[in-house]
């Protein structure tokens, strides 16, 4: 199961928000520490997106390799600073392909996705879902992967002018109802977070610095606190708010 992390806050640089942590996205990568399901580390691939004030859309800068792998990631990540970043190390579900296009975060206009988890009996559990989207969206997935349908599942009630929310909730909710799997769904828009918890863990922390919904704890400081399973989390720089999930 990959891990993934989002956060909203005071600008700080990639590097301090991924790679210093003690316990942060970057050793998560061959260290995970609260990691459910099947794999062990999450070395394929990885992925970070981040918001610049000039820029209509965020940045997005994907790889296929493990993130220990990519020597030019630590300047860059030092150099770069940002108030609203989606990241992610991927493992890799059995039959998935390693890709650039596999690793999250997914995205189009001010949004950035990233699953983890997997889609039981994939594919054929979420074959009558897909067939409910455009076939163009189909033809232009990322990747042939449960990830990159999800995005699209999500995207098509974004584009609908669902919240962003009410998308992650609706998609899981559907999905959930198809196929047994875990749905850590996370989604933001530079300025608010929504996440899912549906199998696998998730932890939030308000600091000085801001908020971070992340699938484990960075560090062993005060103010991590878990999400219960089975949970949609919406937050922006007021405060988080959390809501149960229903199974369908
Ligand atoms: N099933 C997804 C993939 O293979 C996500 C994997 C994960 O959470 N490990 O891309």
Same mark, same amino acid.
């Given at each position: 199961m990959c891990r993934h992390l989002a956060y909203l806050g005071a600008p700080r640089t990639l590097r301090e928000l991924l790679i210093d942590p003690p316990y942060g996205l970057y050793r998560q990568s061959w260290a995970p520490r609260y990691m459910r399901g099947t794999g062990t580390v999450n070395a394929d691939g990885f992925g970070i997106g981040w918001y610049v004030s000039d820029l209509a859309e965020p940045v997005r800068y994907r790889r296929a390799v493990p993130i220990w792998g990519d020597s030019s990631l630590p300047g860059l990540a030092a150099a770069t600073r940002t108030g609203a970043v989606l990241a992610a190390v991927r493992s890799a579900t059995t039959g998935m392909p390693v890709a650039e296009g596999a690793s999250a975060p997914f995205g189009e206009g001010p949004w950035l996705f990233s699953h983890n988890g997997a889609v039981g009996g994939w594919?054929?559990?979420?074959?009558? $879902?897909?067939?409910?989207?455009?076939?163009? +969206?189909? $033809? @232009?997935? +990322?990747?042939?992967?449960?990830? %990159?349908?999800?995005?699209?599942?999500?995207?098509? &009630?974004? &584009?609908?002018?669902?919240? @962003?929310?009410? %998308?992650l909730a609706d998609v899981v909710g559907a999905?959930?109802?198809?196929?047994?799997?875990?749905?850590?769904?996370?989604?933001?828009?530079?300025?608010?977070?929504?996440?899912? @918890?549906?199998?696998?863990?998730?932890?939030? &922390?308000?600091?000085?610095?801001?908020? @971070?919904?992340?699938?484990?704890p960075d560090d062993d400081g005060p103010g991590w606190t878990e999400v219960p399973d089975h949970t949609l989390v919406t937050a922006d720089r007021s405060g988080i708010s959390l809501t149960a999930l229903e199974e369908r």
């Open positions: 594919p054929d559990s979420v074959a009558a $879902l897909a067939s409910a989207l455009p076939v163009r +969206d189909l $033809l @232009t997935l +990322d990747a042939p992967t449960d990830s %990159a349908l999800l995005w699209a599942l999500v995207r098509a &009630r974004l &584009r609908d002018g669902l919240s @962003t929310g009410k %998308a999905v959930g109802a198809a196929a047994p799997g875990r749905l850590n769904l996370l989604l933001t828009d530079g300025t608010s977070i929504a996440a899912t @918890t549906w199998g696998d863990s998730l932890y939030h &922390r308000q600091d000085r610095h801001g908020l @971070t919904v992340a699938s484990e």
